[in-house]
T-cell receptor, first 115, second 116 residues
Framework: GESVGLHLPTLSVQEGDNSIINCAYSNSASDYFIWYKQESGKGPQFIIDIRSNMDKRQGQRVTVLLNKTVKHLSLQIAATQPGDSAVYFCAENGNSGAGSYQLTFGKGTKLSVIP | DAGITQSPRHKVTETGTPVTLRCHQTENHRYMYWYRQDPGHGLRLIHYSYGVKDTDKGEVSDGYSVSRSKTEDFLLTLESATSSQTSVYFC???????????????FGPGTRLTVL
């Protein structure tokens, strides 16, 4: 598989428990956020997104919480399954300067599910 | 992978040689991006395109060039590969403008490039 899992913080969770993955973002003007899941040897896969005018958004087994006051984003996975084992990272959409918007990605957290 | 293919999937080359990576999409999305992914770093934007023949630089564009002659194809060229360009390269596409506040990007499977 890819070597992108090195140097990442790791979260180990028992199968069936809930997982919470955190992300601190840098730009207070960022207006849109995405969580991605990346399995070994694959490209990032979109999980869920949230706009800056929302505090919470729910999907199937996943919830994203946004706290703009402290520039913090979290991803909650309910009833974690072995197939959830992967690297998870957040991305923020903001003005990178000179009017150019782009996604800025976090380094990621490796989630390991213990059967 | 949302109708995105990348070729080649793996490549080993020598320092100083030119290398071209191809991204092909079947979604007819306007925006296309090239990223590199390295241990200890998040995905970093190399170049992006906002239409045919319209491209712009990203955060780490030095040593790379791009071309987009058709909506479906976005090429990344390393004019003279260096060992520091050993990385995994991902192509992404999006339908909406990044400035539109809904920059949902979909990624291809990646190309692992090794420069010896």
């Amino acid at each position: 598989g890819e070597s992108v899992g090195l140097h990442l913080p790791t979260l180990s969770v028992q199968e069936g428990d809930n997982s919470i993955i955190n992300c601190a973002y840098s730009n207070s003007a960022s207006d849109y956020f995405i969580w991605y899941k990346q399995e070994s040897g694959k490209g990032p896969q979109f999980i869920i997104d949230i706009r800056s005018n929302m505090d919470k958004r729910q999907g199937q087994r996943v919830t994203v919480l946004l706290n703009k006051t402290v520039k913090h984003l979290s991803l909650q996975i309910a009833a974690t399954q072995p197939g959830d084992s992967a690297v998870y990272f957040c991305a923020e959409n903001g003005n990178s300067g000179a009017g150019s918007y782009q996604l800025t990605f976090g380094k990621g957290t490796k989630l390991s599910v213990i059967p | 992978d949302a109708g995105i293919t990348q070729s080649p999937r793996h490549k080993v080359t020598e320092t100083g040689t030119p290398v071209t990576l191809r991204c092909h999409q079947t979604e007819n999305h306007r925006y296309m991006y090239w990223y590199r992914q390295d241990p200890g770093h998040g995905l970093r934007l190399i170049h992006y395109s906002y239409g045919v023949k319209d491209t712009d630089k990203g955060e780490v564009s030095d040593g790379y060039s791009v071309s987009r002659s058709k909506t479906e194809d976005f090429l990344l060229t390393l004019e003279s590969a260096t060992s520091s360009q050993t990385s995994v390269y991902f192509c992404a596409i999006s339908e909406s403008s990044p400035a539109g506040g809904n920059n949902e990007q979909f990624f291809g499977p990646g190309t692992r490039l090794t420069v010896l």
